[in-house]
């Protein structure tokens, strides 16, 4: 991917306005509450699990977390009966985590309410700009994993 330099000032003035975009998006999911830091992480770990069906250590490569860290964070969704944990057919040392009945409507529902609210935050950008910014974030998101 080819990759361009840029001006300081336009390099922080988008930091500056993606951290402003951010602490709205953080403000209305809490609903006024105060926000749990970790429902973000279990969140995005269920939507992951619910993707890709994978082990452990794929889990905290994705979330760049430590292996004790995936272990704890997928103990506790276990106990809330949100993810399974099973041998995998290949390589029966491995663990692969599945979402169980209860984990999918979570995510159902955490979708649901993440729909409702950012339809709202992205209310100001027409269709094409909407478009044009989902294929924006796209693009970073390649950019930074290459």
């Known amino acids: ?35 749990d830091p970790y429902a973000w992480l279990r969140i995005e770990t269920l939507a992951y699990i619910g993707e890709h069906n994978p082990t452990m250590s794929e889990i905290a490569e994705y979330l760049a977390i430590t292996a004790p860290s995936a272990t704890s964070l997928i103990a506790s969704l276990a106990r809330a ?43 100001p950008l027409s269709a094409p700009e909407l478009a044009a910014f989902s294929r924006l974030l796209a693009k970073l998101e390649r950019g930074s994993r290459d």
Request: charged share 30%; proline share 0%; no cysteine.
């Open 81 to 123: 009966g949100l993810v399974a944990r099973a041998t995998s057919k290949e390589d029966r040392r491995v663990l692969r985590i599945s979402l169980t009945a209860k984990g999918k409507a979570t995510l159902k529902a955490a979708f649901a309410r993440g729909a409702r609210i950012f339809s709202g935050v992205f209310a």
């Open 1 to 35: 991917m080819k990759t361009h330099k840029h001006r300081k000032a336009e390099v922080a003035r988008a930091a500056t306005i993606f951290f402003r975009v951010r602490s709205l998006v953080r403000h209305k999911l809490a609903g006024g509450a105060r926000l």
